[in-house]
C-alpha cells in the first residue's frame, strides 16, 4: 500500500470517531437515558416503599390482640344486645339465660353440670346410677325412702326432677339416674335394699361418707347389680358392715382394697349369697377390732381362693358358717387365725364340696365352742389336722365326712371324736411334737 493512501484511511477513521463522539453527546439521546434510569429508580424505590408498608402492617397486626371471646361460668350468660360482660342468672332473667328456676333462684349449668344447693352448679355427682326398666310407665324405687329428706338434686336421663325416692319412667330401657346429698349421711344402711332395677352404680369423689357409721345391707338383694365402683369412699369411721352386699347374685368382681376397716366389729354376711362372685379383693382388711363374721363367705359359689392372711380374729367369737356352700374353694390358708375367743364354728366348712385338705393345726379353741357339722358335706376332704382342738364335752363336727382319709389329733381328744369318724380313716395321734399311729 502506498503512503498516500494510508493517509487517507487515517483521515477516515479519524472522521468516524469524531462523528460517534457527537452522536454520544446528543442531548435527545442523553434525555432519554436519563428518563430510563430514573424510571427504573422509582420503580425500585415504589417497590421498597410498597414492601416496608407491608411489612409494618403485619408487625402492627401481630401487635394488635384480637378481640376476646366471653366466656361465662356456669350461673351467668352473655347478652346478645351488649355481648361485652357476663350477666348473672336471676329470676329475671331467667328465661334469657336458658336457666332453671327452683325456688325463686334461677340457674344455668353449663353441660353435663347439676344445680347443688339451689345455686352452685356442680358436676361431681354423689353417685351415678344405671337402673333397667322392664316395662313404660313403672314407678321404681330409686334407693330408701328415709334418704329422700338427704337429696339435694336429682337428674335423671339429664334432666332434672324432684328428689323422690321413686320415679315414674315412661319408657322401657336404661335410665341414667344422677343424685346428688347434702353429704350429712351417717348411715347408709339398706339404701338400695332389693332394688332390682338398679345395674351399676358409680360413687364419685364428692360423696363424702367420713361420717358414715353403718353399711349395713346397703345393697341387700340387688340381685341384677352387675357393677360397683366406689374408690373414693372413706371408710373410717364405719362399724358395721354386715350384710352390705348380701345376695347380689349378679356381681362377677369386687375390689375393696381402699376400704379403712380398723373400726367395723360385724362382717356377718358381708358377701353372702354373691353366687357369681369370682374375684373379690380384701387384701388391705383390718379386723382388729372385728368380733363376727358368721355367714361371711355363704353362698358365693365361684368363689375359688379368698385371701385372708391379713386378718386377725383374736376377738372374733361367730365363725359360723363362714364359708357355707363355697363351692368352688378349694384350698383356704387360715394360719394366722386366731380361735382363741371363738364360741361358734358351726357348719364353717360345711358344703366346701372342692376341699381337699385343711390345716388347722393352730386352731386352739375353747372347750365351749360349737362345732357341729363343722366339716358336713365336705366330699373330696382327705386330711384334717385339728391337732389344736380340746373339749370336755360331746360334740358331732364330723358328721357327714366321706369315706377315707387322714385326721390330726391330740390324744386327749381322741375319745371324743372317735366314734364319729368313718371307719376307713387313719388318725394319728400328735402330743406336743410326737407323732404316733394309733
Not at 392372711?309 to 387365725?337: A, G, M, P, R
Request: glycine share 4%.
Amino acid at each position: 500500500m502506498e503512503s498516500g493512501e494510508i493517509i487517507n484511511n487515517s483521515y477516515k477513521n479519524f472522521g468516524d470517531n469524531i462523528s460517534n463522539e457527537n452522536n454520544a453527546n446528543n442531548p435527545k439521546r442523553i434525555l432519554k437515558k436519563i428518563i430510563i434510569i430514573s424510571s427504573i429508580i422509582t420503580i425500585i424505590i415504589a417497590t421498597l416503599t410498597i414492601f416496608v408498608i407491608f411489612y409494618f402492617l403485619d408487625k402492627k397486626e401481630e401487635k394488635e390482640e384480637p378481640e376476646p371471646i366471653i366466656i361465662c361460668e356456669s350461673g351467668y350468660f352473655v347478652p346478645e344486645d351488649d355481648p361485652k360482660e357476663c350477666i348473672k342468672c336471676s329470676t329475671e332473667n331467667c328465661e334469657n339465660c336458658n336457666g332453671t328456676k327452683i325456688n325463686n333462684t334461677c340457674t344455668k349449668c353449663l353441660p353435663d353440670y347439676m344445680i347443688y344447693n339451689n345455686s352452685i352448679c356442680n358436676n361431681e355427682y354423689s353417685f351415678e346410677a344405671i337402673y333397667s326398666i322392664k316395662e313404660n310407665y313403672t314407678i321404681i324405687s330409686l334407693l330408701h325412702f328415709i334418704y329422700t329428706k338427704n337429696i339435694k338434686n336429682m337428674n335423671i336421663d339429664s334432666e332434672l326432677v324432684m328428689p323422690s325416692n321413686e320415679y315414674n319412667f315412661t319408657t322401657k330401657g336404661y335410665h341414667k339416674i344422677l343424685i346428688l346429698f347434702d353429704n350429712d349421711l351417717e348411715s347408709m344402711g339398706e339404701m338400695f335394699y332389693g332394688i332390682n332395677e338398679l345395674i351399676q352404680i358409680n360413687f364419685t369423689s364428692y360423696f363424702d361418707t367420713s361420717k358414715i357409721i353403718s353399711f349395713s345391707n346397703m345393697f341387700y338383694s340387688c340381685k341384677y347389680l352387675e357393677s360397683i365402683q366406689m374408690p373414693y369412699f372413706n371408710t373410717s369411721n364405719v362399724k358395721i358392715m354386715n350384710g352390705m352386699f348380701q345376695s347380689c347374685s349378679s356381681l362377677v368382681s369386687l375390689n375393696l382394697s381402699n376400704f379403712d376397716t380398723k373400726n367395723v366389729d360385724s362382717m356377718s354376711t358381708m358377701f353372702s349369697g354373691c353366687s357369681s362372685l369370682i374375684s373379690l379383693e380384701l387384701s388391705n382388711f383390718n379386723t382388729n377390732n372385728l368380733i363376727s363374721m358368721s355367714n361371711m363367705f355363704e353362698g358365693c359359689y365361684n368363689l375359688t381362693s379368698i385371701n385372708l392372711v391379713n386378718f386377725d380374729t383374736k376377738n372374733v367369737y361367730n365363725l359360723n358358717y363362714l364359708f357355707h356352700k363355697c363351692y368352688s374353694l378349694s384350698s383356704i390358708n387360715l394360719s394366722n387365725f386366731d380361735i382363741s375367743n371363738v364360741e361358734y364354728m358351726k357348719g364353717m366348712f360345711e358344703d366346701c364340696i372342692s376341699i381337699t385338705s385343711l390345716d388347722l393345726s393352730n386352731f386352739i379353741n375353747n372347750n365351749n365352742t360349737e362345732m357341729s357339722y363343722m366339716f358336713f358335706g365336705c366330699n373330696k376332704l382327705k386330711y384334717i389336722d385339728i391337732s389344736g382342738f380340746t373339749s370336755d364335752e360331746n360334740i358331732s363336727m364330723f358328721h357327714g365326712l366321706p369315706n377315707k382319709g387322714k385326721i390330726i389329733v391330740k390324744e386327749n381328744f381322741v375319745g371324743i371324736i372317735k366314734d364319729q369318724i368313718p371307719y376307713d380313716w387313719e388318725y394319728v395321734i400328735k402330743n406336743d411334737n410326737e407323732l404316733f399311729s394309733e
